[in-house]
């Protein structure tokens, strides 16, 4: 299968590095090199490609920045090359280049495939081409929480499956829960609100006032009030317009206008200009009529009784007390009560509602027991076959006695949910805690591998963790910075075997200082300073044949010509050789 493979790093300006090119094979490549050479600035500058912190003391002293150039090959279809493209990025012939660079003042870009991208960019690509081991990593794995993640890796679909639809339950459960609480908690002031808008809405209701009755009342209240003048006033108008029935010889006006008009009449044959303004005459007179006549009527109509003023004024001091409270005008205390009328609906459902609520969190809760008993039945029967694999490789790594277990537990917590008949405390991964368990050595109990593993076997624990790994879930490059801390002898010969097993399936790169793993590496690099103290592009150098051996020798016994080192280098190389 083609995979993705770390093929060439450039670094410039990087601590002790000014300017060098880590040329790296598809199988195991070895870093080596003299302490302080510069080795880990390898493992630094792919955390950086990878989107790792950009930390400006990084930088080498007097230059204004420090640059990571990387190309990884990557094969068509790739979920990289598909995020990648999606980014903007362009692949050089199934190459993908990748570049970072730090200011000395702190500044980072990076770039995939010619295109400026955020370093968070990078990040996402990292956990799809490269896993990184060095002595933090270490740590983490001491950590429970990485430890059932790693476990959940390692089970794949046995567990993903029920974990999410375990955690989409958790989510929804975790809502539920929170708008319960709200309605309960609040319970007391809803049911103020509630009895305050049923009384102002029982108030509105007892008045029944109609859209613009104030303002009709206002203009009626106002007419009674004026009713004697309005009436002599439309009196006296009327009489001017169509006379005094209580004097006949008075003269009015619509007798006069009368008199003009058949004054015009009987001339306007003689001037059309004279006829138009006899035509106006008239609509005058029948004008000044119907007037008159609207006078008469006016007063005929006028009600002038104290008591209908004083059924109004009553009627308006109801709509006042209701303006004062709920609303400038009538319309807007309607406009109050039909909003009142539909909260009151709302807050006199939250009885419904936390009933709907509960039902639904207890059919939740019921839910998630069900998906954390599978959760753990699924870990258990995983953890099983992972501590199986791991000790078996524990035994090829000169640890032929250990024996690995996890501990999977959970905690009993009253308002948990159930499983197994208990209640039990919960989170978004489940109710199980799961710790990495070591027996050195028979009559050895488990014990946390925090606790009992030393840092050499710790580093072989984290080996046989990531061989299995790649046979279920493999990543295309690994690289390990000082996975042989603290091993020496046999059980350094047996981690550079099963570097080289793992190298078969996956790349590996391995900064060491120990020859019984470079011998079996593919490829072995060297890092060397020049007489300044710096790491030129001369400084990284691949060691073939006779280089090779000196190194080794070195390595081993700190003389590069010695016989005696010489000879076991060499019987190291054939070792390796024979068992690749």
Request: avoid cysteine; glycine fraction near 10%; proline fraction near 4%.
């Amino acid at each position: 299968m083609v995979r993705s493979v770390l093929e060439e790093m450039r670094i410039r300006s990087l601590g002790v590095i000014d300017d060098a090119v880590v040329e790296l094979s598809p199988g195991f490549t070895a870093v080596t090199g003299e302490t302080g050479a510069g080795k880990t600035m390898v493992v630094t500058s792919l955390g950086l490609l990878l989107g790792g912190r950009a930390d400006p003391a990084l930088v080498r002293i007097g230059a204004k920045s420090a640059v990571v150039e990387g190309r990884i090959g990557v094969p068509a279809g790739a979920p990289a090359v598909l995020r990648a493209e999606e980014a903007g990025a362009e692949l050089d012939d199934g190459t993908l280049l990748i570049s970072r660079t730090v200011s000395a003042e702190g500044r980072s870009r990076a770039h995939l495939g010619g295109r400026s991208v955020p370093v968070g960019m990078l990040s996402e690509l990292a956990d799809e081409l490269v896993a990184v081991h060095g002595q933090t990593d270490q740590q983490g794995l001491l950590r429970p929480a990485r430890q059932r993640e790693a476990l959940d890796r390692y089970a794949g679909g046995a567990v993903t499956g029920p974990l999410a639809k375990y955690t989409a339950a958790y989510r929804r459960l975790r809502a539920v829960s929170a708008e319960l609480d709200e309605l309960t908690t609040r319970a007391r002031e809803r049911a103020q609100e509630a009895d305050l808008l049923r009384f102002g809405l029982n108030e509105i209701a007892g008045v029944e006032p109609r859209a613009g009755e104030d303002a009709e009342l206002a203009a009626e209240a106002e007419r009674l009030g004026h009713a004697e003048a309005l009436a002599s006033a439309a009196s006296v108008a009327h009489a001017a317009l169509a006379g005094n029935p209580e004097d006949p010889e008075g003269v009015d006006a619509t007798t006069l206008v009368a008199g003009a008009g058949r004054a015009l009449d009987a001339v306007r044959a003689h001037d059309p200009a004279l006829a138009a303004l006899a035509d106006r005459m008239g609509e005058i007179s029948i004008l000044l009529g119907d007037v008159a006549g609207e006078l008469a009527g006016y007063a005929d109509n006028l009600d002038a009784d104290p008591l209908r003023l004083a059924a109004v004024e009553e009627r308006r001091a109801a709509l006042t007390a209701l303006t004062r409270k709920y609303g400038a005008s009538i319309d807007a205390v309607l406009a109050w009560a039909e909003d009142g009328a539909s909260r009151l609906i709302e807050l006199e459902g939250d009885d419904d509602r936390i009933g709907e609520l509960t039902a639904e969190r207890d059919a939740l809760r019921g839910e998630l027991s069900g998906l954390a008993q599978a959760l753990t039945d699924a870990r258990t029967e995983a953890a099983a076959r992972f501590a199986e694999a791991v000790t078996e490789e524990l035994a090829s790594l000169a640890m032929p006695h250990a024996r690995v277990s996890f501990d999977i537990r959970q905690s009993e917590d009253p308002d948990g949910v159930e499983v197994g008949g208990r209640a039990v405390a919960y989170g978004p991964s489940g109710v199980d805690e799961v710790e990495l368990l070591l027996a050195p050595h028979p009559g050895a109990p488990p014990r946390p591998i925090a606790k009992g593993a030393s840092g050499g076997e710790l580093s072989r624990v984290m080996l046989a963790v990531e061989v299995v790994f790649a046979g279920t879930d493999p990543v295309p490059t690994y690289l390990f910075d000082e996975v042989d801390a603290g091993v020496g002898g046999k059980a350094a010969v047996e981690i550079g075997r099963r570097l080289a097993k793992l190298a078969k399936t996956a790349q590996v790169v391995v900064v060491t200082h120990l020859p019984q793993v470079a011998a079996f590496a593919d490829r072995q690099l060297l890092v060397e300073k020049t007489n300044d103290g710096s790491v030129t592009r001369s400084g990284v150098t691949v060691l073939e044949g006779e280089d090779r051996v000196r190194e080794l020798s070195r390595m081993l016994a700190g003389q590069e010509d010695s016989e005696t080192a010489r000879a076991h280098a060499e019987e190291l190389l054939a070792t390796a050789r024979a068992d690749g």
